[in-house]
T-cell receptor, first 111, second 111 residues
């Protein structure tokens, strides 16, 4: 099993550009999450999904959109990137009552 | 706002010593997870403890949970230089699996 994978690993955007981060998991997990981590900080939950076709807001959802069209994929979109969105983004997945598994992260810089 | 707060923020010990870090949270939880993050890397899950459990062990790790005090502790025994990392607790509450992370404890084990 590949576990949780994220693409791309690195990206540099200019202010106002858009992009989509892709997360895929092959563990048949119900729940998926997107977090961001800023230097010296813990992780903050952006959006999450409790099943295919469902999404919900986390702690810091503004400026992001998500979609879960397939159970194994969870997409994070930035419609108009801002420098404040410079961060490392982590995707995670979990079964309903088990441990959460994290992807390796995507390092995003917005100039 | 952060649900979990780790204490201390930073800890430096000698190899072979035990390391204890604490996590306090604000609201009733379903379960609590501890994670390790090596510098610049993704998160690795260590232990999940459910709200009806008081203690769990995994190798050199021991986690306790006191729901009356809304706190948990992670003990690493006989620490090694390879244990140098940041450690985070994450809690899910309100019947959801929306995990909220604390700000972490940075552990440094000196050889």
């Amino acid at each position: 099993n590949a576990g949780v994978t994220q693409t791309p690993k690195f990206r540099v955007l200019k202010t106002g550009q858009s992009m989509t981060l892709l997360c895929a998991q092959d563990m048949n997990h119900e729940y998926m999450y997107w977090y961001r981590q800023d230097p010296g900080m813990g992780l903050r939950l952006i959006h999450y999904s409790v099943g295919e076709g469902t999404t919900a807001k986390g702690e810091v959802p503004d400026g992001y959109n998500v979609s879960r069209l397939k159970k194994q994929n969870f997409l994070l979109g930035l419609e108009s990137a801002a420098p404040s969105q410079t961060s490392v983004y982590f995707c995670a997945s979990s079964p309903r009552t088990g441990l959460t598994f994290f992807g390796p992260g995507t390092r995003l810089t917005v100039l | 706002s952060q649900q979990g707060e780790e204490d201390p923020q930073a800890l430096s010990i000698q190899e072979g010593e035990n390391a204890t870090m604490n996590c306090s949270y604000k609201t009733s939880i379903n379960n609590l997870q501890w994670y390790r993050q090596n510098s610049g890397r993704g998160l690795v899950h260590l232990i999940l403890i459910r709200s009806n459990e008081r203690e769990k062990h995994s190798g050199r790790l021991r986690v306790t949970l006191d729901t009356s005090k809304k706190s948990s502790s992670l003990l690493i025994t006989a620490s090694r230089a390879a244990d140098t990392a940041s450690y985070f607790c994450a809690t899910a509450s309100g019947g959801t699996y929306k995990y909220i992370f604390g700000t972490g404890t940075r552990l440094k084990v000196l050889a």
